[in-house]
């Protein structure tokens, strides 16, 4: 069983999803003094421009609209961008003329029935912003040219199927070039040619023909070769206009990471690290770095993530294109909840929490502090350190002071102590200090130190708040 | 003028009712301190509220009057979030009141973000407690603290210095702590009941 996803306005949606525009916008192509239109949008076509026509006779129709140059490896890359958001669906998916086609019977299993499999793929491409057509048929062809005919249909065996396509107009079965001239011979209809007997097809029309009759029924292999999603994502949009402030970056940001997210879930994979290239004129460019502490893959974060480095970007001049590059993509764990679990419902993770801080105060603004096996208090703890330390017996305060500070004025009351920490040699940072726990006149609790033996010079190095 | 009508007739006849506050449940988030568990109507720190604890200095005992709430929570695997803290926590010294650290995250921020990130932490739902040391928090402030902490059903701690204490607050719990001449804690407000005239005295244990 196979599924056909037909892109009609392929060209056309790749150029509206970056730019939504309810004005008339056409695609022209062709030499530069014979450019024809190949795509228009409603309000062009609506105003009487069509495809085919010369941009000057639409030139002379309408006064104002935009006319976007036809770009052939942008529609390619459009193109295998949504194969690699098909990837999701099925493992063999392969490419036809502005059309995805994907093997989808092991898949059904795994997504339900093909009404349930049919609307998931629908949402997927109206989320994306593609108009599509589907149709699902045993064979990939005969997929093919039934979405080709009309949105919707499935056929799910193949005598359905052969009555199916018996009546499918020879104009509509994209049969070989030689074909052209059947429907001026009486052949109109896909069902009267399978009649005709095939030796005489052969030797009018070639072998070509046949092979093409018989791929559409199935009785030889479609011969496809599978898609396979690439290993980086790499996605550039060009700004129609050029923006100077940050706040016009957000639409096409919020696009592009949307992109990532659905070509993530396609591949099953998370993204750990991305970059934001935003290109200046004169072939400069500015990156902005997305690290994330886990992979994560859902659309809206990878949006709020990127959307928060992006705000403490001083842009050094006017942005003519961005680009999104994820090289980083290692495998993704979703997290596991507990069943029992007492936060409310609607709870953040707390992993999502950190990246959200992270993204507006600095990568380096939460951390989780560990001890270490130094008994200088100073190095006795860091950043992310996990070292196995049994609970010290000696007291230790709260607070922690980044600096010891003296202690002025009358002695301090002292509570405990003295405890010597002493040693270093290994590093040349060496100490050699008498603790206690005194209490100022104020009536706070300090650690304090003095050198060993004095009881003079205090050194205030931490609270016991 | 009319007759006389007698009070207890209209209580009767539902025409009069006596007006009292509604019951105040009892919380599960004891403090850990048994004096101040027992002056306090909820029994502990009011749930998913913000507390206030006012200091004339720092270090006068002011973790000692969480850590044990922050003990508890840790144990549970619930993470605790501190914003802003003034020093660095020492983590020997917060192991040793029974916190799990791993379960503690600190995050420093400009002052001008303070209010921005604990409202983050409380609102999330993922936070059991946060604690902040906001210098710039007016009456406004300390309101958003206090509905974040109540959508997030977190506990909201919030120390400021003592010259606040005339100021108005929207905290559910205000405590001012006094070092001199000896450490006791007030009780300045507490939601749903009188304010002890007592002082609870804080027994600083030096391990």
Same mark, same amino acid.
């Given at each position: ?9 392929l060209?056309l949606?790749?150029?509206?999803r970056?730019r939504p ?27 009487? *421009? !069509?495809?085919? /026509?010369r941009?000057?006779?639409? /030139?002379?129709?309408?006064? /104002? ?13 459009w ?18 003329p ?7 019977s ?21 989320d ?15 997929? &093919? ?5 009309s ?19 020879v ?10 001239s059947l ?6 209809t ?19 023909l ?11 292999p ?5 898609? !396979?999603?690439?290993?980086v ?5 060009e700004l129609?206009?050029e ?19 659905? &070509? ?11 970059l *934001? ?8 460019h500015t ?19 990127a959307?928060?480095? *992006?705000?403490?970007?001083? *842009?050094?001049?006017p ?8 090289r980083d ?16 419902a609607?709870?953040?993770p ?5 990246? !959200? ?45 980044d ?5 002025r ?9 003295p405890?010597r ?5 290994w ?5 050699c200090?008498? &603790?206690?726990?005194?209490e ?6 300090? $650690?304090a ?8 010079? $205090? ?7 | 003028?009319?007759a006389? #009508? ?14 009292r506050?509604?019951?105040?449940p ?30 004339p #200095? ?5 973790? =000692? %009057?969480?850590?044990?709430? %922050? ?9 605790? #979030? ?14 040793q ?22 409202? =983050? ?17 007016d ?5 958003r %603290?206090q #509905? ?6 977190a %506990? ?14 929207p ?37």
């Amino acid at each position: 069983m196979w599924a056909c996803l037909l892109l009609p306005h392929l060209a056309l949606d790749g150029i509206l999803r970056r730019r939504p525009t309810d004005g008339p916008l056409v695609l022209v192509d062709g030499p530069i003094n014979a450019r024809t239109i190949v795509a228009a949008n409603a309000s062009a076509r609506a105003a009487g *421009l !069509r495809v085919g /026509q010369r941009l000057t006779a639409a /030139q002379a129709l309408l006064a /104002q609209f935009d006319a976007v140059p036809y770009d052939r490896d942008g529609v390619d890359k459009w193109h295998r961008f949504l194969a690699a958001v098909a990837y999701r669906y099925s493992s063999e998916v392969c490419l036809l003329p502005h059309a995805i086609v994907l093997e989808v019977s092991k898949s059904m299993g795994l997504f339900g029935p093909w009404p349930k499999l049919e609307s998931l793929l629908r949402s997927d491409l109206t989320d994306l912003g593609f108009r599509h057509r589907i149709a699902a048929a045993p064979t990939a062809h005969a997929a &093919y040219v039934l979405a080709g005919v009309s949105d919707g249909q499935a056929v799910l065996t193949s005598d359905v199927l052969r009555r199916a396509l018996r009546q499918v107009p020879v104009q509509k079965s994209r049969l070989p070039a030689a074909a052209a001239s059947l429907p001026g011979m009486g052949v109109r209809t896909l069902g009267q040619l399978m009649a005709l007997p095939r030796d005489g097809l052969r030797r009018r029309f070639g072998a070509e023909l046949l092979a093409t009759l018989d791929r559409l029924t199935g009785d030889i292999p479609s011969g496809l070769e599978s898609f !396979r999603p690439p290993d980086v994502f790499d996605l550039r949009i060009e700004l129609l206009h050029e923006v100077e402030n940050q706040s016009m970056l957000v639409f096409p940001v919020r696009r592009m990471t949307g992109d990532l997210a659905a &070509y993530l879930a396609g591949r099953d994979g998370g993204v750990q690290r991305f970059l *934001l290239r935003l290109e200046h004129r004169d072939g400069c460019h500015t990156d902005v770095s997305v690290g994330l502490l886990a992979a994560e893959r859902d659309a809206g974060m990878l949006f709020e993530f990127a959307r928060g480095r *992006l705000e403490h970007v001083a *842009l050094p001049g006017p942005v003519i294109a961005l680009r999104l590059i994820a090289r980083d993509l290692p495998a993704f764990v979703p997290v596991g909840r507990d069943l029992f679990d007492e936060r409310p419902a609607n709870a953040l993770p707390i992993e999502q929490l950190r990246e !959200r801080l992270r993204a507006r105060l600095g990568d380096s603004a939460v951390y989780r502090l560990g001890s270490t096996t130094d008994p200088r208090p100073e190095r006795a703890q860091q950043v992310a350190a996990t070292a196995n330390v049994a609970v010290e017996a000696h007291p230790r305060p709260t607070w922690l002071l980044d600096r010891p500070i003296p202690l002025r004025g009358m002695a301090p009351l002292i509570l405990s102590g003295p405890e010597r920490l002493e040693t270093g040699w290994w590093d040349d940072g060496e100490v050699c200090r008498d &603790y206690y726990v005194v209490e100022t006149t104020q009536g706070q609790h300090a $650690w304090a130190f003095c050198p060993p033996g004095e009881q003079a010079g $205090w050194m205030i190095h931490g609270w016991f708040a | 003028m009319s007759a006389v #009508v007698q009070l207890s007739s209209m209580f009767d006849a539902r025409q009069v009712w006596r007006g009292r506050a509604a019951p105040v449940p009892t919380g599960d988030q004891p403090t850990g301190w048994h004096a101040l568990d027992a002056v306090l109507p909820t029994g502990g720190w009011p749930d998913a509220s913000l507390s206030e604890i006012l200091l004339p #200095v720092d270090g006068v005992g002011e973790l =000692q %009057l969480v850590l044990p709430t %922050l003990a508890r929570l840790t144990k549970n695997k619930r993470s605790v #979030v501190i914003v802003a803290p003034p020093y660095v926590p020492c983590v020997a010294g917060w192991r040793q009141h029974g916190v799990d650290m791993r379960r503690v995250e600190i995050v420093n921020s400009a002052e001008n973000d303070v209010l921005w990130a604990t409202e =983050q932490c409380l609102r999330s739902g993922s936070c059991s407690a946060v604690l902040a040391w906001p210098h710039r928090a007016d009456d406004r402030a300390l309101r958003r %603290l206090q #509905v974040a902490a109540d959508t997030g059903k977190a %506990l909201a701690f919030v120390f400021r210095d003592r010259r606040h204490l005339s100021n108005a607050s929207p905290a559910a719990l205000r405590l001012e702590l006094e070092a001199m001449p000896r450490a006791q804690i007030w009780v300045r407000k507490c939601r749903g009941a009188n304010v002890p005239s007592q002082p609870i005295p804080l027994t600083r244990h030096v391990h």
